[in-house]
């Protein structure tokens, strides 16, 4: 059964369509979503976290329907869901954030909720501040205050949006680390608009750009589209699509080489550029 199937979702807000008939499937694993800033990712996380409804299109997580109310409850106590602004309590002190949560989970026999709550505090490498407040933590912390929560009652759907924005090199590997231990055995959905992330972490993507989803594959998939379409030269070739100088001092092209050009191997950014420069030329063509 796969965990997370979404068929023809159309999503509009006022004149904008956030989404636009877009299909998605997710199984055990890491599915990242990515794409540039208002592609319409953080609308189609909501709607995985059940927290909105498409207005066309259908919908199935863990095997129920989100749209009726008691399948809606059953999702729920399977999926974690670490929203994009998470909004903090921030006098609160990351164990009592924590178990408020959990409270809101339904949770409701203090001592092996406690004890639910030090194992996610542990899991995300956060007991040395589990009596200190949010507001005091760094961005980092606060993420992993974020995971934290969403990882409560070991759920089988885990949703993120853009866990790593915002943390420094070190922080990021860390989080990787805890994201792709999340995801041995169970489905995450995350996004992110940095290649990197994706490239290291997916088992699978999903390119979403002006509420489409452009592509699904894997990662190597996505790059292989970008075979022969990369090509370094000691300056910039009009015929790039991108194109910028690397550390060598060689320029790296990104296009439709010319004849006896030097082609190089593509990476996934390569590619994704490529992808979404096919629907808005004028913006890569600068
Ligand atoms: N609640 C909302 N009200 C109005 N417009 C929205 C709302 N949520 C999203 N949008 C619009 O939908 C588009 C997609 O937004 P979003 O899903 O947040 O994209 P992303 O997460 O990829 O940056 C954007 O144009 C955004 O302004
Ligand atoms: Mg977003």
Known sequence: ??????????????????????????????????????????????????????????????????????????????????????????GFTVFEFVDYVAILKEMTDRRPRHDEVRRVIALTGLESVSAKRIRALSGGMRRRVGLAQAMLGDPDLLVL?????????????????MISQAGEGRTVVMSSH??????????????IHQGRARFAGTPAELTARAEGRVWTDTRRSPAALAAWRTGDGAYRNVGDPPRGAELIPPTLEDAYLLLVGEFEPEVTHS
């Open 161 to 177: 949006d853009e866990p790593t924005v915002g943390l420094d090199p070190e922080q990021r590997l860390r989080f990787r680390e």
């Open 194 to 207: 940095q290649t990197e992330d994706i490239t290291a972490l997916c088992t699978r993507i999903a390119v």
């Open 1 to 90: 059964m796969t965990t997370v199937s979404v068929r023809g979702a159309t999503k509009s807000f006022g004149r904008t369509t956030a989404l636009d008939s877009v299909d998605l499937e997710a199984d055990p694993g890491v599915t990242g979503l990515l794409g540039p800033n208002g592609a319409g990712k953080t609308t189609l996380l909501r709607t995985i976290a059940t927290v909105l409804a498409p207005d066309r299109g259908t919908v199935t997580l863990l095997g129920r329907d989100p749209s009726r109310p008691d399948d809606r409850t059953r999702i729920r106590e399977r999926l974690g869901y670490l929203p994009q602004d998470a909004g903090f309590h921030r």
